[in-house]
């Protein structure tokens, strides 16, 4: 089971910080991420990190502003949103992509996060 939060509101130019904790096992090569949806729009992916080799991918639109952390000892994934425009307002997700596996098949509950310019 995955549990967001962080999510709220904020100003264009602030900056929140998502979390997603885990409860179960998060095996070494599996991998956590995050994705959004906004309203009238597909969801698309932010962020995501192995969590053995920490290798950490972000998506362009993004890319600078964003970054994603983990902290395997609380089995935690973070995004660390700063710079944060109108256009970032989405539903915030948090996913798990077993080892192996080419999908993301456990989804957190979501976040919403708005930004007002």
């Known amino acids: 089971q995955l549990q967001a939060s962080g999510g709220g509101l904020v100003q264009a130019g602030g900056s929140l910080r998502l979390s997603c904790a885990a409860t179960g096992t998060i095996y070494s090569g599996d991998t956590m991420g995050w994705f959004r949806q906004a309203p009238g729009k597909e969801r698309e992916f932010v962020a995501e990190v192995t969590w053995r080799n920490y290798k950490r991918t972000i998506a362009d639109s993004v890319k600078g502003r964003f970054t994603i952390s983990r902290d395997a000892a609380k089995n935690t994934v973070y995004l660390q949103m700063n710079n944060l425009r109108s256009e970032d307002t989405a539903v915030y997700f948090c996913?798990?992509?077993?080892?192996?596996?080419?999908?993301?098949?456990?989804w957190g509950q979501g976040t919403q996060v708005t930004v007002s310019s």
């Open positions: 996913a798990h992509k077993p080892t192996g596996s080419g999908d993301f098949g456990l």
